[in-house]
């Protein structure tokens, strides 16, 4: 029967993201980007994978992500990813309206979890076991390239943007609970299409790893596969 090894991306967008366990930090690569009027942040965040080996094969392969088709899911990642925004912002009133600029942004991308689910039919020493643990490794790092270039592509984008509130070029508004809203709306103006396209991106990339043929090799190295 012929076999696979798939990943499964959940993606969520959060607009605050609660602080995670062990909690690493991704190097962003910097573009060329102008000095901008704006203060702003761009972070980009992972956690170590986590391994499960607690689960069989027919139980892996009915999780969400899993193989169909008449394939067999030899290995399983799901990976989380977050996209974060946090605004500060300072006020002035004058007459009727308020004026408000931004004080602070930080844009956070994060990879909150990283879970590699081996079937226990394979024991922790076996070919089976390090051959299955060393392609979803694969997934998770390109996860993690994904997640830093996409904090670079943000944080260019933002510091070449026009427009956003600052104190010289502020905002002006009628309506001071709506001020918060407005702000974060010029922000996700800029964030969310790209966001949009690296979902696309990430998931053509992961599946891209488990196309059939580069696995021939894969299976020859071991030979007790169930």
Not at 157 to 179: C, Y
């Amino acid at each position: 029967m012929p076999r696979c090894l798939r990943v499964v991306l959940l993606l969520a967008f959060a607009a605050c993201a609660p602080p995670q366990p062990a909690v690493q930090h991704l190097p962003v690569p910097r573009r060329a980007a102008r000095r901008s009027p704006y203060r702003f942040r761009v972070l980009a965040t992972t956690v170590p994978n986590e391994i499960r080996h607690d689960l069989g094969l027919r139980e892996i392969g009915q999780l969400p992500g899993a193989a169909g088709s008449g394939l067999r899911t030899q290995g399983l990642t799901t990976i989380r990813h977050a996209l974060a925004t946090h605004t500060r912002f300072e006020t002035a009133s004058r007459s009727l309206f308020v004026k408000a600029w931004f004080d602070d942004v930080i844009v956070a991308v994060s990879i909150s979890s990283v879970i590699i689910h081996i079937p226990r039919e394979y024991p922790e020493n076996s070919c089976e076991y390090g051959a299955v643990l060393a392609h979803e490794r694969e997934h998770g790092k390109l996860a993690r390239e994904n997640a830093a270039d996409l904090a670079g592509e943000i944080e260019a984008e933002i510091s070449w943007a026009r427009g956003l509130p600052t104190r010289k070029n502020p905002m002006e508004s009628p309506d001071l609970s709506a001020v918060e809203d407005i702000l974060k709306a010029s922000i996700s103006r800029i964030t969310d299409p790209i966001y949009e396209r690296y979902e696309q991106d990430e998931k053509r990339e992961q599946a891209a790893l488990d196309r059939p043929d580069p696995y021939d090799a894969v299976y020859r190295k071991c030979r007790n596969w169930k």
